[in-house]
C-alpha cells in the first residue's frame, strides 16, 4: 500500500476523545485516513457490510464491544481486516491475550511510533495476501482453461502414475474402445495392453522412470488391448509431466477422432453443440443445474470478485428426506417432489441467481450482490416457506421442513469448494442448536479458546451451583513450633463430575473479570470453616491462595476487617498467600496489599519463590513474613538427585532475611534431613499427608 493512499480505518474505543486522538495522530504522521468509530456489534456488521476497510484499531478494555467479539464478526462475515489493539497494561499478558483472540499485534497506549510501524506492517501484508489471492484466480483460471483444452482435445492424452491412470481424455478413452474417460481412472496400464507386449512396456517404462528429469520425449508403440477385447495399434509419446501437482508420465497420441467422433453423434441425433454442452449441466429430475455447474460457475464468481462485492450461497437441505419422502412416495415419487420442490425454489430465485440441485435432496443457491444479514433473513423466511408449502404425489400430500446454512463469496474466498464445506458446516451448526432453521458459517475457534471457554462456563457453573470444593493440606512444623497450619486447596467440580486444578481455571477466570469473585467465595467458606473448627478448641491457622486480581484490589483489605468480625475470628488466624510472579508483576499493588494486612493484623506470603532472576529485589519492596519457595527445588533434590546446594543457599538467605520458609513438595523421607539442617520452618507435601476435606492431622504426632 503507497503510504499517500488513505487508509480506511475503523475505531473501537469507549472514549471518543481518543478515538479522535488516534485519527488526528495518523494524519501529523502523514498517513491520510478515513475513520469510523465503531461502538456496537450492530454498527460494525452494517460498516463491514457496506465497504471494504484496511484495518481495525480497538482498545483492549473496550464495552460496548469487545474486540474478542469484533474479530469473530470479522470472521464471520469472511473479511480481511487485520486488527491492532491498544492497551494501558504494562505487562507482557495483555499482548498474549491479544494474540490468543486474533489480534495482529498489541501495542501499548501512547506508544505512537510503535503504532505506526505496526499499522505500515500489517497494511503491507494485507497488499501482499491480497496479491496473492490475485494470483491464485489467475492460477485457477489457467488450470481451468488447460483442463478444458485436455477435455476436448482431439489428441488421445492421458497421465499416469505408479502404473495407473490418473486422468484420461474422452480421446484417449475412446482410442480404447471406452464410452466414457471416467471408466479409465485408477485403472492399471496393464489391462489396456495385450500381454505379449507386456515386458516390453515394463521394461521401457523402468528405464524411463530412471532417468528421471534427463529422460527427453520417447515413443512407445504395443498392441492395445481395446474394451471389447481386440488389440490395436498404439503408438504413443511418453514425456515426463506433472498433473494434480502429482509428479507423473504424459501418454500422447496426436490426431485422434474422439472430439470430431462425439461431434458428429450429437450432429447425427438433430443436436446443437450448445445444447450438448447445457445438457452436460442440467440435473435430469429437477431441470435445474446440477453439481458440477454450480462448482464450476461459483468459481468464475469467485475470480471475479472485486473488494466492494459480496454474494452469499444457501446450502438448503431438506430435513429427513428418506424417512419421510422416500419412505411415503418411493423413489418414483421421491423424484416427482424433488420436481415440485424445485419449482418452489425456482419461483423463489430472483433474476441473476443460480439454483441448483447440489445432492439427492439438497439444493444450492448463489445469490446476487447481497449481505450477509440480508441473507440470513432470507433464507429464515424461506424455510418457512418451504414448511408452509404442501407437496402433492399421486394424491398423497405432505409437508417438509428444511436446514439451510450460508456461507459469504466475497474478495477473501479462495474456491468454491471451500464456500461449499462452509455452507454445510452451518447447515450442521443448524442441526445442533436447533434454534433457527437458518445460519451463517462460524469460523472455528481453536482448540485452545474452546478449552478455555468451557472451562470459563465450567467456572461459573459451579459459582452459581455452589460446586466449588475446599481442600485441607497440614504444614508442619520442623522447628517444634505449636502453629497449627493448613494450606486451603480449591477444586472446581466440572460438568463431568471431575476435581480441576485451579492451575487450569484461574487465568480464564481472571480473563473473565471473576477472579475477585471466585476468591472472595474462598475466604468466606474458609472462614466459616475456620470459625467451627476453631470452637472446640484448636488453634488452627489456615493459608489462603490469593489471585493477581484480588492483590490489585484495593477494597480487599476493608473487605477482609468486615468479614472477619462477621465470622468472629481473630485477622492472625489467617496468612494469605501469592505467587511471586504476581507479586512482581504488581509490586505497587502487592506493597499497598501487605501494608494493609499488617495493620488488619493478619500477613502476607510468598509462593513459588526463588525463580525469577532477582527475587529478592521483590522482598525489598514487599516484606512478606511467610515464603514457600518453589516446589521445583525440592522436586529436582528428590526425584532428579541434585545437589540440595541451590535450595539450601537460597534458604540460607531467607533465613538472613528473617522470613519464615515453608518448603513443599515433600514427597519421601529422603530430603528431611536437609531440610532439618537447612533450618526450613516447615514442611508440606503428600509424603505427610495428601490434600483431605477436612482439617483432621494430628500434629500432636509431631511432637
Known sequence: MNPNDTIRLLILNDSQAEAERLISMLHNAGRPNRAQHVTSDESLTKLLEEQAWDILIAHDQTQNLTPAAAIQQIRRLNKDVPSILLTDDETSQAIVEGLKIGAADVVRLDEDQHLLLVISRELANRAQRHEKRIADRRLRESE?????LLDSSRDAIAYVQDGLYLYANESFAELFGYDDKDDIDCMPIMDMVAESDHAKLKEFLKEFTLKGLDAESSTLSFK?????????DVSLEVAHASYDDEPCLQFLTRGTR?????AAAAAAAGISAKELEEAKWKDNVTGLYNRSYLLAHADKII???????SRCLLYIDIDDFAETVQAKLGMAGADAALEDLAQLLSREAAEGETLARFGDNTFTLLTGNTTATETVNRAQKLCSTIAEHIVEVNSKTLQLSATIGISVLNENSSSAEQVIEQAMTAADQVRESEETSALLYEPPVSAEEKQERDMLKDVQHALDNDLFRLLFQPIISLRGSDEEYYEVLLRLLNSDQKEVSPNEFIEAAHQAGIGIKIDRWVILEAIKLLSEHRTRGNKTKLILNLNSASICDSSLVAWLGVAFKAAGLPPDAVVFQAQEVDITNHLN?????????????????????GCSLNPFNTLKHVNAAFIKVDGSFTQDVQSK???PESLTQLLEQLHEAD???????????????????????YIQGHYLQEPTQSMSYDFNMEG
Open 258 to 262: 474422439a472430439a470430431a467422433t462425439a
Open 589 to 609: 499493588a502487592a506493597k499497598a496489599l501487605n501494608t494493609g494486612l499488617e495493620k488488619l493484623g493478619s500477613k502476607l506470603a510468598i509462593c513459588n519463590f
Open 224 to 232: 492395445g488391448l481395446r474394451h471389447d477385447g481386440s488389440q490395436t
Open 659 to 681: 522470613k519464615i520458609t515453608i518448603v513443599p513438595f515433600v514427597e519421601n523421607a529422603s530430603v528431611l534431613s536437609t531440610l532439618w539442617q537447612a533450618g526450613v520452618h
Open 144 to 148: 481451468r482453461r488447460s483442463q478444458s
Open 641 to 643: 538427585s541434585e545437589s
Open 303 to 309: 475470480d471475479g470478485m472485486s473488494d466492494d462485492q
